[in-house]
């Protein structure tokens, strides 16, 4: 065990590396992919249960008492996704625009912000408190708006069973809360707050297993229609980057490391929660720019990380002054 912890602690220290790392295995090994696939609701309960464990109380206590911040970055991310989404269907054209792209970007624009944003502050070495607070409550609320939301954006085009997806996104929401609950009553938070290092390389080991779950077809594709893959990576990076600096132009109330993030989990979204809930009915282009989706969520910890470095900087200079 001790080996284990001290490997779990080393991959947790080297975490932006290790994001970028795990889907170029992932797409170095397309033999596992399908195999994989399975996994994928499993590694999104484990994200869901490490996220509720880590997440300090009290400090997320102190936000909702005074809620401005909090209202605002959970306002931002749970609306700019939406409009941004229905830019881009009016940009490609809603009555020409593929059924299974369609739906992939209600989901992108539908699902709460990715559960690695907390660890990605933390990496960057960013106060993670209103990151946290905003991701644990559009999480919390994501039963209750996503199925909503993924209508308003896909319509009829795509019909969906509402309450089918609402109750599986409670079990997959609450399991995580209450497996979260039963494992910090027996660590203790103390041993919780301890095992950081661990409990980063277990979200790297996670963010591996989903690498390889989400990319399945995505190599056969990419030699069949490559264009097509190309075109969904640079969609799935445009809206990153549009949402990233929307919200540093935007968020003036927000100090800059708390603007960065938000707008960092602007249009990167835990798109697997949905996919997970939507089953294995989900079409083949659907899953196919849910899996190209991940490319700059797995690659922007690492790209993004001399920006960080900088906005760190600044604001080490500006508190020592």
């Excluded at 889907?23 to 996220?51: H, K, N, S």
């Excluded at 909090?70 to 009555?95: D, F, K, Y």
């Amino acid at each position: 065990m001790g080996m284990i912890a001290g490997a779990l602690a080393a991959l947790g220290r080297r975490g932006a590396e290790g994001f970028a790392l795990s889907i170029l295995l992932g797409l170095a090994m397309p033999q596992f992919a399908a195999e994989a696939r399975p996994l994928l609701p499993l590694t999104i309960f484990g994200f869901m249960t490490v996220v509720f464990l880590r997440a300090d109380f009290s400090v997320i206590g102190g936000l909702i008492r005074r809620p401005v911040r909090l209202l605002a970055a959970m306002g931002w991310q749970l609306l700019a996704p939406v409009v941004l989404v229905l830019l881009t269907i009016r940009l490609i054209g809603s009555s020409t625009i593929d059924p299974g792209l369609l739906l992939g970007l209600a989901v992108l624009g539908a699902a709460p912000p990715i559960m690695s944003s907390p660890a990605v502050a933390i990496l960057y070495g960013f106060e993670p408190s209103l990151v946290i607070a905003s991701v644990l409550g559009l999480t919390l609320l994501s039963p209750l708006t996503a199925p909503l939301l993924v209508d308003v954006l896909a319509g009829q085009a795509v019909p969906l069973d509402q309450a089918v997806l609402m109750q599986r996104l409670l079990i997959f929401v609450g399991g995580g809360i209450a497996a979260a609950m039963v494992l910090r009553r027996w660590l203790g938070t103390d041993r919780v707050r301890s095992l950081k290092a661990e409990l980063d390389g277990f979200g790297v080991v996670m963010y591996f297993v989903f690498a390889v779950a989400a990319m399945d077809g995505v190599t056969a594709a990419a030699m069949s229609r490559p264009g097509l893959v190309a075109g969904f990576v640079g969609l799935a990076f445009g809206l990153a980057l549009a949402g990233l600096s929307l919200a540093i132009l935007a968020l003036r109330g927000l100090d800059e490391p708390d603007r960065f993030m938000v707008g960092y989990g602007t249009a990167q979204r835990n798109m697997g929660l949905l996919i997970a809930a939507l089953g294995a009915g989900v079409p083949s282009t659907t899953f196919l720019f849910f899996a190209l989706a991940q490319f700059p969520i797995y690659l922007m910890p690492w790209i993004l990380k001399p920006v960080a470095a900088r906005i760190a900087n600044r604001r080490a200079v500006g508190d020592g002054g």
